[in-house]
């Protein structure tokens, strides 16, 4: 008798309760990370047996900086995205990228393949996020890993890493800008230093430059006056460099300083043209891209006219999903502590980067999820660490990996498009 009651007594002691309910989260994540390798090293499997990338713009434009001119000269047939004025031919995508290509390029030539520094700067964005949670408060390595996984694999920065056309590496390159910025301002390091990250985001998304009320508040929030405008400054002697490398890059393509280009790049899809013809960037374009961002969901195959579905029954939308659709656990920045400077200047630096995203006239294409998000994610991605923190719980597991599986699903699909036609 006295055997069942110590096994009862130890079965009810909380102890043991935590050591089993760890052991089991454990278990959990490491299947978890069998899941995500195995998706991972298929994906890329797949990708390296493609052969020669279908868009390598950046690679050949760190090959024009290195021979000292802006134009790219002849680029394959399926290339869209490019300007040809006179003999000349420029791309209107940020340059920053094709920066950091040019040592690469120097050794190998255009045959250089940008997938491989996607997946390098994927490696310092996850060293630099981890940094970050731990920078937050967030000190439990095992809850690390788990936003590690949400961000990385969960959110379609996954299918922009794993598929390496020239459009994504843009947004893996912003986002190491802005992570770097970001960490470096929590630690109260080198303002003219985050200045200059800024401003190479800002080169390769424009749109990134409107985060700096982030640092701003940040920086009014943990200093005095003086010590503020000092540090306000700083941020802009480091912005300085890229902004006029904008203005003369602009202005030596196309002879004004504000025209990236885009205003002449003629869209691929027939529908873009037509949106273009309403301005590349006006409010009219602004309930359609908010229908894009938060209700644009999976389409059925062949569509809800037909009798029955066919297998696969759904797929993505060729336009992209919303946010909530690719990313369900982003509904736990709802949960954040708003009472936090922090919390407020990742907010402010969210809904500043989107008004000028929905006035664009498009969202991208041939794409998993709504692309132009990645540019706010690292700030998006700070309130909902911190609303996970706050709630942690096996619902906002279930929540993280619900988000893992849809962009694994979405970027196999992506990898080979396998998309429902656009209506």
Same mark, same amino acid.
């Given at each position: 008798?006295?055997?069942?009651?110590?096994?009862?007594?130890?079965?009810?002691?909380? &102890?043991?309760?935590?050591?089993?309910?760890?052991?089991?989260?454990?278990?959990?994540?490491?299947?978890?990370?069998?899941? &995500?390798?195995?998706?991972?090293?298929?994906? !890329?499997?797949?990708?390296?047996?493609?052969?020669?990338?279908?868009?390598?713009?950046?690679?050949?434009?760190?090959?024009?900086?290195?021979?000292?001119?802006?134009?790219?000269?002849?680029?394959?047939?399926?290339?869209?995205?490019?300007?040809?004025?006179?003999?000349?031919?420029?791309?209107?995508?940020?340059?920053? %990228?094709?920066?950091?290509?040019? %040592?690469?390029?120097?050794?190998?030539?255009?045959?250089?393949?940008?997938?491989? !520094?996607?997946?390098?700067?994927?490696?310092?964005?996850?060293?630099?996020?981890?940094?970050?949670?731990?920078?937050?408060?967030?000190?439990?390595?095992?809850?690390?890993?788990?936003?590690?996984?949400?961000?990385?694999?969960?959110?379609?920065?996954?299918?922009?890493?794993?598929?390496?056309?020239?459009?994504?590496?843009?947004?893996?390159?912003?986002?190491?800008?802005?992570?770097?910025?970001?960490?470096?301002?929590?630690?109260?390091?080198?303002?003219?230093?985050?200045?200059?990250?800024?401003?190479?985001?800002?080169?390769?998304?424009?749109?990134?430059?409107?985060?700096?009320?982030?640092?701003?508040?940040?920086?009014?929030?943990?200093?005095?006056?003086?010590?503020?405008?000092?540090?306000?400054?700083?941020?802009?002697?480091?912005?300085?460099?890229?902004?006029?490398?904008?203005?003369?890059?602009?202005?030596?393509?196309?002879?004004?300083?504000?025209?990236?280009?885009?205003?002449?790049?003629?869209?691929?899809?027939?529908?873009?043209?037509?949106?273009?013809?309403?301005?590349?960037?006006?409010?009219?374009?602004?309930?359609?891209?908010?229908?894009?961002?938060?209700?644009?969901?999976?389409?059925?195959?062949?569509?809800?006219?037909?009798?029955?579905?066919?297998?696969?029954?759904?797929? %993505?939308?060729?336009?992209?999903?919303?946010?909530?659709?690719?990313? %369900?656990?982003?509904?736990?920045?709802?949960?954040?502590?708003?009472?936090?400077?922090?919390?407020?200047?990742?907010?402010?630096?969210?809904?500043?980067?989107?008004?000028?995203?929905?006035?664009?006239?498009?969202?991208?294409?041939?794409?998993?999820?709504?692309?132009?998000?990645?540019?706010?994610?690292?700030?998006?991605?700070?309130?909902?660490?911190?609303?996970?923190?706050?709630?942690?719980?096996?619902?906002?597991?279930?929540?993280?990996?619900?988000?893992?599986?849809?962009?694994?699903?979405?970027?196999?699909?992506?990898?080979?498009?396998?998309?429902?036609?656009?209506?």
């Amino acid at each position: 008798m006295s055997y069942f009651t110590k096994t009862s007594d130890l079965s009810l002691n909380p &102890i043991a309760r935590v050591q089993i309910r760890d052991r089991l989260a454990g278990a959990a994540f490491a299947g978890l990370r069998v899941v &995500i390798a195995t998706a991972l090293f298929s994906l !890329l499997g797949v990708r390296a047996l493609a052969g020669a990338p279908a868009t390598n713009h950046f690679t050949f434009l760190a090959h024009a900086f290195l021979r000292g001119t802006f134009s790219v000269g002849a680029l394959p047939d399926s290339y869209a995205d490019t300007i040809q004025v006179g003999s000349q031919v420029f791309l209107p995508m940020g340059p920053a %990228p094709a920066m950091l290509l040019m %040592p690469f390029v120097s050794i190998s030539g255009v045959a250089f393949d940008e997938l491989w !520094l996607s997946l390098g700067l994927t490696g310092l964005n996850a060293w630099l996020l981890n940094l970050i949670l731990r920078q937050i408060g967030i000190l439990d390595p095992n809850k690390r890993r788990w936003l590690l996984a949400l961000f990385l694999i969960g959110t379609i920065y996954f299918a922009a890493m794993v598929l390496g056309r020239s459009w994504f590496l843009s947004h893996i390159s912003t986002t190491m800008f802005l992570l770097l910025a970001i960490y470096l301002w929590l630690r109260g390091r080198a303002p003219g230093l985050v200045g200059l990250l800024l401003g190479l985001s800002f080169l390769t998304r424009s749109s990134t430059l409107l985060a700096l009320p982030f640092f701003l508040m940040l920086a009014a929030h943990r200093s005095s006056g003086g010590r503020t405008v000092r540090d306000a400054l700083a941020i802009a002697l480091g912005l300085a460099a890229p902004v006029i490398f904008f203005f003369v890059y602009n202005y030596a393509r196309f002879g004004h300083i504000l025209e990236t280009g885009y205003a002449y790049a003629l869209p691929g899809a027939p529908i873009l043209r037509e949106a273009l013809r309403y301005g590349l960037v006006s409010p009219v374009h602004i309930p359609k891209n908010i229908y894009m961002l938060l209700f644009s969901a999976p389409e059925p195959i062949p569509g809800l006219g037909a009798p029955v579905l066919q297998f696969p029954w759904i797929l %993505p939308s060729r336009w992209g999903m919303g946010l909530f659709w690719t990313t %369900p656990a982003f509904v736990y920045a709802f949960f954040a502590n708003y009472r936090q400077r922090l919390a407020q200047a990742a907010a402010v630096a969210v809904f500043a980067i989107l008004p000028l995203l929905l006035m664009y006239y498009g969202v991208g294409y041939s794409q998993f999820g709504y692309r132009y998000g990645i540019d706010f994610f690292p700030f998006l991605f700070i309130l909902t660490a911190l609303g996970l923190h706050a709630r942690w719980s096996w619902a906002a597991k279930f929540l993280i990996v619900t988000s893992i599986v849809v962009n694994i699903w979405g970027a196999w699909c992506a990898m080979f498009g396998l998309f429902a036609e656009p209506g």
